[in-house]
């Protein structure tokens, strides 16, 4: 039986990615089937409750604001609306609903007490409920909690080494003090990392050491592929290679053998081939939806047609954990304490980030 370990170090986790592939997809795929059912894959559905316009300079997102690219911001949508989202996405075989809102940080105040509220009413539809708002504080961690949030999505994104090379505006360990914040409450973690931004492989090894040293280790960590978006720093990166993806999936199964390991952003450009060797890799969740926040992503009915070729069933919900209770925001024990997260904010630029900012300026300038 595999065990779980901490102490991986990059130089171990190299040698496993660079292992021959058959060899790599057959210790992949045996550790995989002694933690999981290899047949069954969680299904979660992407909402982005609020778009663009992101303080934030992250080179790979087309929601900074300081880039230009041709999303269309939306300011927070109502728990109505969501609630329509959600009961659409049960009804295509989601068992997961994740809220994405392009915020730097959480503040309390009316935005956030929707949230909560959003929050309880998901898990009132015996969904799960995941949310990614940016950083957040321990008494907001403790406010999800009791909403009913089953899991918070907070990216490491690539190694320590490497954010300096694609965030300018906060550091790594901010990142891992939200993680901290969260793990002091019984909400899980989804936490994982995007290839194809042009770091190397120490970096992608570098990232899987600093997630396994995690205690516990996040219980989701989803694998993107980037997506090259116009207009951001990295638009002109090279196509993520699907053998890329495959040594990922598994690498990060064999590191974390308990993880649920998602199949993230960049499957629109993987083959059903490619994606079924991912899956037997040990990848055993995706999004669903036709679109990751911005980004597109397979429309729901050719992922339901790609389970039925390979036999795969979705995953129900609270099948790794009990559903948790929500309490009423009139009976919630925690007040808003109204404190803002600290960060560190390195005190450097990124030139590639800096470029695509004064590009995005001459084209209004232009217009
Ligand atoms: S990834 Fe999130 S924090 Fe970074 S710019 Fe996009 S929305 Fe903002």
């Known amino acids: 039986m595999s065990v779980i370990r901490h102490d991986w170090t990059k130089e171990e986790i190299l040698d496993i990615y660079n292992k021959p592939m058959m060899d ?17 894959v969680q299904v979660s559905t992407l909402l982005s409750i609020k778009t663009g316009g992101c303080p934030e300079d992250c080179g790979y997102c087309p929601q900074a604001a300081r880039y230009h690219t041709d999303i269309e911001g939306n300011d927070l949508m109502s728990v109505q609306q969501v609630k329509a989202q959600a009961l659409r996405a049960k009804s295509s075989g989601s068992s997961r609903v994740c809220m994405g809102a392009a915020w730097r940080n959480v503040k309390d105040g009316p935005e956030f007490e929707s949230v909560l509220e959003m929050v309880r009413t998901i898990n009132k539809l015996d969904m799960e409920v995941c949310c990614t708002l940016g950083m957040i504080t321990e008494n907001q961690a403790q406010r999800l909690a009791e909403a009913g949030l089953y899991a918070y999505n907070h990216n490491l994104d690539t190694s320590e080494e490497y954010y300096k090379e694609v965030i300018s505006t906060r550091g790594y360990e901010d990142r891992l003090k939200t993680i901290d914040n969260v793990r002091k409450t019984n909400v899980t973690v989804c936490s994982g990392g995007i290839i194809g931004m042009g770091e190397n492989v120490e970096d992608r090894a570098g990232m899987l050491v600093a997630l396994s040293k995690l205690s516990p280790q996040p219980e989701s960590v989803p694998i993107n592929a980037l997506v090259a978006v116009e207009g951001t720093p990295m638009e002109d990166e090279k196509p993520v290679a699907i053998w890329d993806m495959i040594r990922m999936v598994a690498t990060t199964r064999i590191v974390m053998p308990k993880t649920q390991v998602r199949l993230s952003a960049g499957r629109t450009e993987m083959s059903r081939e490619g994606q079924a060797m991912c899956f037997f890799a040990g990848a055993n969740s995706i999004f669903a939806g036709d679109k990751l926040l911005t980004t597109p992503n397979p429309d729901v009915n050719e992922d339901m047609e790609m389970f039925s070729l390979l036999g795969l069933i979705p995953q129900k919900p609270f099948v790794k ?7 009423e925001s009139a009976d919630s024990k925690f007040e808003s304490m109204g404190e803002k997260p600290k960060w560190s904010r390195p005190d450097h630029t990124i030139e590639r980030n800096e470029s695509a900012k004064n590009n995005a300026k001459k084209a ?3 217009k």
């Open 24 to 40: 790599l997809l057959y210790e992949a795929a045996s550790i995989h089937r002694e933690h999981h059912d290899p047949n069954t």
């Open 321 to 327: 954990k009990a559903q948790p209770e929500t309490v």
């Open 364 to 366: 209004v300038a232009d």
